[in-house]
């Protein structure tokens, strides 16, 4: 395990990774542990557009997509105690990339999947997740994001982790991040996890 500390403490934890990473189901938990808030974006533009995110797609594509999805993580971002799920896409607007990568009091944390972790995840879901339907184009989505999640301050491979051990591996590197070296009780450095800080 490499790390290299921040100067201060998070205020908010970003996850980001492929579909199937398990961003919806490790982030409340975190928020739990913290006593922070949750909240997944695709959840919030669903709310405020009044329809799912497959409609967004196929009636306006998925630029049009992207740059809602921008405002909407531009805007929730600056809130403080926050545990934010972003959509697999995400990553790709350079934009977001940066707001994320450049605030000192954000964590942005990557759960790395292999994609066939993905397929088995979330086979049958097609119907709500336009990429996941696009197959010919799946792999290619995959390779061309990888060394895009891969940016962020850590990245924590989640493939044989279970979803206890995913939130052990976030609060310790949040730990990190503030110069706080200590493990908690009972949670050990994995050979199947990769925890690294990219300052």
Not at 65 to 72: D, W
Request: proline fraction near 4%.
């Amino acid at each position: 395990m490499e790390a290299s500390s921040k100067s201060v403490a998070p205020r908010r934890i970003v996850l980001t990774g492929f579909m199937g990473s398990g961003k919806t189901t490790v982030g409340p938990l975190v928020a739990a542990r913290l006593g922070w808030r949750f909240v997944d974006v695709d959840d919030v533009i669903e709310a405020e557009a009044g329809v799912t995110i497959a409609e967004i797609f196929a009636c306006h594509g998925e630029a049009a997509f992207r740059e809602r999805e921008h405002a909407t993580i531009a805007r929730l971002a600056q809130d403080d105690a926050l545990i934010l799920a972003l959509g697999g896409g995400a990553i790709e607007h350079a934009a977001t990339r940066a707001l994320l990568l450049a605030e000192p009091e954000t964590l942005l944390v990557h759960l790395e999947v292999e994609l066939a972790t993905t397929l088995k995840r979330c086979g049958g879901t097609e119907f709500a997740r336009p990429v996941l339907a696009d197959q010919a184009n799946l792999a290619a989505r995959y390779q061309h994001r990888l060394p895009l999640y891969r940016m962020a301050h850590v990245s924590i491979e989640v493939d044989a982790l279970t979803p206890n051990e995913v939130v052990e591996a976030i609060l310790r590197a949040a730990r990190l991040a503030t110069g706080e070296n200590e493990t908690s009780p009972g949670t050990k450095a994995r050979a199947d996890m990769r925890l690294l800080r990219h300052d």
